[in-house]
């Protein structure tokens, strides 16, 4: 046998071999019998209770938005009455089947205090408030409307004046629902006005009138006349018999005069320099109504900005917002004041808010945002900016922030979205 053919039976015999080794461990091992596998019964170990791990996940656990509060069978309405003095009529109903401990509260504008109330008000002012407010305790029975009534008195009685009115919890700490009203002075009666004659019936309109048809006439006729000329011309009997008749002298020819390039240059220039000059004066205004400080934003890229006072609905882009009442915690350090706040979508789509974007201005023109934790606190527990508000919905709800001074803030800046130029209420 060759020496090669030798070889090559060896190394197939090893590699046969190698293979026969590496499949042994795959190899099913005889099942040992079922007597000596099977453990012996043991004692049921107690459950764990289960404990917090040592160290915290490296991402928080989502937590959902509890869900939104039923909401309270009690409505307030306030219409203002037509009357010399600013006259309010309060309606609270309760819809529920159930009597209701409520507390009604009507703010009123600085300088004005009440000179009537219904049985059961009484005139107050909160301690550190220059506003007064009439609060009734009222039980309302069950599918019952309450009306109360206030009249008013102010050192300009000429003027507008707004009040609004809510209903809260017994306690005074959450509120069923808000409503605004706003007392005009009748208005006196008008003179009696002589009607206008018609510009086509006074005597000067129908002069001019017809001048210029006479003057269109006299024109037509003449503009007629020169044309007519030549063809009369051509016609005569002593007439060359050409309409146009060619000169007997050739005219001499005439050369288009084009602007001196001095003229030019420096007209080009000065429209170049006006072009420029507007854009940047342009650019220059709109930069400057833009402005950055911690002071409410006079400039935005949607909507215009509002002001207003307590009671009075303010609108933006997407949301109408109505401050209904602001009371702050007596004391110096930190403490908290809460605004009653009323939020109208306006829009057939939902729409997000943010707690950050709620802004009070203290005294110093520093601002404070939206106390987020103490706000859920003051909603029962329920994130209020968690789940947008649904197209056309409305809602009453307070608003905490946490300020640092005796004085509380001077203005309230509310808005629906980072680019909305918002309302700002004045707190008096």
């Keep these: 046998m060759p020496a090669s053919t030798r070889h090559h039976r060896a190394l197939a015999v090893f590699v046969h071999c190698l293979g026969i080794l590496a499949a042994a461990p795959a190899l099913p091992t005889a099942a040992p019998p079922a007597a000596a596998t099977q453990p012996p019964p043991a004692a049921a170990a107690p459950t764990p209770a289960p404990a917090m791990p040592s160290v915290p996940p490296a991402v928080p656990t989502p937590t959902r938005a509890a869900p939104p509060l039923a909401k309270p069978p009690v409505t307030v309405a306030v219409a203002p009455e037509s009357t010399p003095a600013p006259r309010y009529r309060i309606q609270v109903r309760n819809t529920g089947n159930t009597p209701v401990d409520t507390t009604v509260r009507q703010e009123l504008p600085p300088g004005a205090s009440a000179t009537a109330i219904t049985t059961g008000g009484r005139a107050t002012r909160a301690t550190g408030q220059s506003a007064t407010a009439v609060t009734w305790q009222l039980k309302l029975p069950a599918r019952s409307t309450t009306t109360l009534g206030t009249t008013l008195t102010t050192a300009a009685p000429d003027r507008p004046l707004t009040a609004p009115a809510c209903a809260f919890a017994r306690d005074d700490s959450r509120p069923y629902d808000c409503a605004t009203a706003t007392w005009n002075a009748a208005a006196p009666a008008a003179a009696k006005e002589t009607p206008e004659t018609p510009p086509w019936r006074r005597t000067p309109v129908l002069l001019a009138g017809l001048a210029t048809v006479a003057v269109l006439a006299l024109g037509g ?110 004391g110096r350090g930190a403490r908290q004041c809460q605004a009653t706040v009323g939020v109208r979508n306006l829009t057939p789509e939902k729409q997000s808010w943010h707690g950050r974007l709620q802004r009070a201005y203290l005294p110093d023109g520093n601002f404070v945002s939206t106390d987020e934790q103490a706000t859920r606190a003051a909603n029962q527990g329920r994130d209020v900016f968690a789940q947008p508000m649904a197209g056309g919905s409305r809602m009453v709800l307070p608003l905490v922030f946490t300020v640092d001074g005796q004085a509380p803030p001077q203005q309230l800046e509310l808005r629906s979205g980072v680019f909305s130029a918002g309302v700002r209420v004045d707190v008096p």
Excluded at 222 to 250: E, F, K, N
């Design 221 to 330: 006729a003449w503009a007629w006349r020169r044309r007519r000329r030549p063809v009369a011309a051509a016609l005569s009997p002593g007439g060359r018999g050409t309409v146009y008749p060619r000169p007997a002298t050739p005219r001499p020819a005439q050369t288009r005069r084009t602007p001196s390039v001095w003229l030019i240059v420096p007209v080009a220039a000065a429209v170049l320099a006006g072009t420029v000059g507007t854009a940047a004066w342009t650019a220059t205004r709109e930069v400057a109504a833009i402005d950055t400080d911690s002071q409410p934003t006079s400039g935005a890229w949607i909507g215009r900005g509002t002001n207003g006072a307590i009671g009075e609905p303010l609108r933006e882009s997407a949301f109408e917002f109505t401050v209904f009442r602001i009371a702050c915690e007596p």
